[in-house]
């Protein structure tokens, strides 16, 4: 069984940075594809930013292209987002994601088989 544990959440200022992790145990996770979702207040769960088992292809939804980068390090066990310039709209839970189908991205959330608990961003005005 994989468990995935998200950390670096927090309140940041409209403009800021954080860098998320998602840290596995229970399984290496180099041969899995990960991913990470969101999920603001009232709103449903959305894709974020997700990537290959090696870390050769990543895809990113249009509204954190440019800002957000995904990155995996598997020596570590650990996925990582890069979050830049947040907005105020950026506020969400945020989950990560794996699934045992390494060599593709994906993007919708019921193609995954393992999920983490979740790490709160709050950006404020």
């Known amino acids: 069984q994989v468990q995935l544990v998200e950390s670096g959440g927090g309140l940041v200022q409209a403009g800021g940075s954080l860098r998320l992790s998602c840290a596995a145990s229970?399984?290496?996770?180099?041969?899995?594809?990960m991913g990470w979702f969101r999920q603001a207040p009232g709103k449903e769960r959305e894709f974020v930013a997700a990537?290959?088992?090696?870390?050769?292809?990543?895809y990113y939804a249009d509204s954190v292209k440019g800002r957000f980068t995904i990155s995996r390090d598997n020596a570590k066990n650990t996925m990582y987002l890069q979050m830049n310039s947040l907005k105020p709209e950026d506020t969400a839970i945020y989950y990560c994601?794996?699934?045992?189908?390494?060599?593709?991205?994906?993007?919708?959330?019921?193609?995954?088989?393992?999920w983490g608990q979740g790490t709160q961003v709050t950006v404020s005005s």
């Open positions: 994601a794996a699934d045992r189908k390494g060599w593709k991205v994906l993007i919708t959330g019921s193609e995954y088989d393992y």
């Open positions: 229970g399984r290496t996770l180099s041969t899995y594809a």
């Open positions: 990537i290959t088992w090696s870390g050769g292809t990543t």
